[in-house]
């Protein structure tokens, strides 16, 4: 199976900061790659599609990239209700894996 | 609006069994492709299973396979899990998740929890 990593586990960062979040699969995955949003006590929310295509309502601060193995997520300006737990999902074929997880918080 | 009510989590001792329902409302049911995701306390997503629009394609992640069967009825707009002899680790919020057909998991359930302890 294709593993999924993020780095960092966890960050602290000041409001206005550009926050980038990292993702890298074990095998290439083209850009079938999903961000989620998991603020604390609450259900996922899914954040960009295909790499890079932000899902309808999301803020345009969030934006993602990558191809094949690497993949990163960027906040470009944090606002404090952007702390949650930020996750990557693999969906180039079963299983479906998400990566640990980043935790994001304000420094 | 899209809406995913999962029920039937709760205690069960290790070796027992359960089964979740997830009830959809708001979208054509029988079209999408429909997930189990689970969430231990404390811990990140882990992707349980899923099944096709009309049940034909099932996939299980290692962890469950043998011991979990995932269903639907198109018919009903539910999906089901039934859980058989469970461990303390599939201890979890369990999440059932409409799949996108652009990608991921785009509406999820509020989760049932299961715990499984003696």
């Known amino acids: 199976d294709i593993q999924m990593t993020q780095s960092p586990s966890s960050l602290s960062a000041s409001v206005g900061d550009r926050v980038t979040i990292t993702c890298r699969a074990s095998q290439g995955i083209s850009n079938y790659l999903a961000w989620y949003q998991q603020k604390p006590g609450k259900v996922p929310k899914l954040l960009i599609y295909?790499?890079?295509t932000l899902q309808s309502g999301v803020p345009s601060r969030f934006s993602g990239s990558g191809s094949g193995t690497d993949f990163t997520l960027t906040i470009s300006s944090l606002q404090p209700e952007d702390v949650a737990t930020y996750y990557c999902q693999k969906y180039n074929s079963a299983p479906p894996g998400f990566g640990p997880g980043t935790k994001v918080d304000i420094k | 609006q899209v809406q995913l009510v999962e029920s039937g989590g709760g205690l069960v001792k290790p070796g027992g069994s359960l089964r979740l329902s997830c009830a959809a409302s708001g979208f054509t049911f029988s079209d999408y492709y429909m997930s189990w995701i689970r969430q231990a306390p404390g811990k990140g997503l882990e992707w349980v299973s899923y099944?096709?629009?009309?049940?034909?394609?099932?996939y299980y992640a290692d962890s469950v396979k043998g011991r979990f069967t995932i269903s639907r009825d198109n018919a009903k707009n539910s999906l089901y899990l039934q859980m058989n002899s469970l461990r303390a680790e599939d201890t979890a919020v369990y999440y059932c998740?409409?799949?996108?057909?652009?990608?991921?998991?785009?509406?999820w359930g509020q989760g049932t929890l299961v715990t499984v302890s003696s």
């Open positions: 099944i096709s629009s009309s049940g034909s394609t099932i």
């Open positions: 998740a409409r799949d996108s057909p652009y990608g991921g998991n785009d509406y």
């Open positions: 295909a790499a890079s």
